[in-house]
């Protein structure tokens, strides 16, 4: 009985010691074939572009396909690329460029000053209606000196022009007998890159492969496909089971594919700000008290803890994360008690339905939010249920892409924000010459404020740092007293990428993650 009894024992612990082991191994995901077999690195691709000319449209493929003059390194300051040299003269007027001589296109053809002068103009010549302009308006003129050689005017000092010159540098040859707009060239880009266009099959993926003539360093990766995912749990699945080899992923995914074994998480403090865009077309925004009494009314707490999960900071300011960032500002700490006084005030009386009402009109609006972009669909829904709180009835319209006019919406999520001079994303957001109506420029909500204006034209042309920060800093008291969007959160961006790819380098990013990318000619698969 005793023999049996130890026997029995035995067995037992045997059998639990095995089902140990086993759950043990289904928690831990096995590692996913790579696509390291065929040296290519797949993206996943939260849209796809309508056009790849950098002129005309913001991608994420800048850094692939195209240099410029001036490139950001891992600080994001400006440095010396496809120039060899820029000497600034003593009145900070005149640059004087040189540029390196084994700089070539994808097809071949020399890269030279005719090239720079062309990029430039193009994006001056308003039939292009290119975004950048503003980066360029105090060019007065542009002199070739020779092949290599060239200067550039200005008609007064320009202090981030170090930063405008990162700008793509485009070929004039493949625009001959074309209109910028329409060129074959925007589906079929021509470069100065470390990689070169191969193949776009529209609606499914993108294909580049390395230049191998590239004058900077080559490209270890021969071929980066960009799969276009709109649906952030697709991009997820995909990565999880290797179909993809990096995405930027949604805060609430973060945990999950922390476990998966052939992933690593890189987390990265962005300058990205996520907040509501106040559109002054309609008649609500006018009164500035609503403005004020809705950023009281936003719980970014709430906001960063649930729907960002710890992945951000709440915003104030759009230079939150800038040198030049004015933490004495007004910063609409959550509030509803000082919004409920601000609306009381400015007329907005409660009815017994639980909404307030002046002279026969509701406190009522409609946020619109892209509906792929879920954190931004969850911020909106949130908000609007929390405004509830001082009698406003908020909807919420999740619309795709394709059935949204920013400059229509009457209120939108926005998602902004810039790592670099404190000029970027700034005064092409708020200076009125910006507005959408009448430029390419970002201004979507019709804001104008005429010493808003004046601060944004004195910081570009202010040279001194201290004068400028102060420039700046009174530019976000005047933002935050009279304020163009009710800011919500600064998002960090999570990017879950296969473990075996290395050379990766960190750097505060802009956003929707943009820059993480920036070194991808380094990067490298631990088997190659």
Known sequence: MKKSSLFLLLMIVAISLVGCASSQGEEKQPAAASSSQANELIFASESEFAGLNPLLEETNLDAFLFRGLMRFDEHNVPVNDIAQSIKISDDQMTYTITIQQDVTFHDGQALTVDDIIFTIDSILDDENGSYLKSDFNHVASMNKINDTTMTIQLDEPFTPMLDKLTVPILPKHAFEGQEMRTASFNQQPIGAGPYMFEQWDKGTSLTLKA???????????????????????????????????????????????????????????????????????????????????????????????????????????????????????????????????????????????????????????????????????????????????????????????????????????????????????????????????????????????????????????????????????????????????????????????NEQIHGVKERILGHHGAGFLWNVEEWKWNDR
């Open 211 to 497: 230049y191998p003539a590239f004058f900077g360093t080559k490209a270890s990766i021969e071929k980066v496909i960009f799969k276009f995912i709109p649906d952030s749990n697709v991009r997820a699945l995909q990565l999880k089971s290797g179909e993809v080899d990096i995405a930027l992923l949604d805060p609430n995914q973060v945990e999950e594919l922390s476990k998966v074994e052939h992933l690593k998480m890189y987390e990265v403090e962005s300058a990205d700000y996520r907040g509501l865009l106040f559109n002054m077309k309609f008649p609500i925004w006018q009164d500035v008290t609503i403005r004020k009494a809705i950023s009281y009314a936003t719980d970014r707490a709430g906001i960063v803890k649930g729907i960002l999960h710890g992945y951000g900071t709440e915003a104030y300011s759009p230079l939150q994360k800038h040198a030049f960032a004015n933490s004495t500002i007004e910063q609409y700490s959550y509030d509803v008690k000082k919004a409920n006084e601000l609306l009381e005030q400015a007329g907005w009386t409660l009815k017994d339905d639980g909404f307030r009402y002046k002279d026969g009109q509701k406190l009522a609006f409609t946020i619109t939010a892209p509906i792929t972009d879920t954190v931004r669909v969850n911020m909106a829904n949130y908000a609007a249920e929390g405004y509830k709180a001082v009698g406003a009835d908020v909807n919420v319209a999740a619309l795709d892409w394709s059935n949204i006019v920013i400059e229509d919406s009457e209120a939108f999520m926005v998602g902004w924000g810039s790592p670099y001079d404190a000029d970027h994303h700034t005064y092409s957001l708020f200076h009125s010459g910006e507005s959408s109506d009448t430029s390419a420029g970002y201004n979507y909500g019709s804001y104008a404020n005429a010493k808003v204006d004046a601060l944004l034209e004195e910081g570009r042309t202010t040279v001194d740092p201290e004068k400028r920060k102060e420039v700046y800093m009174a530019l976000q008291k005047e933002l935050a007293q009279d304020p163009p969007f009710a800011y919500f959160a600064y998002v960090d961006a999570v990017y879950g990428i």
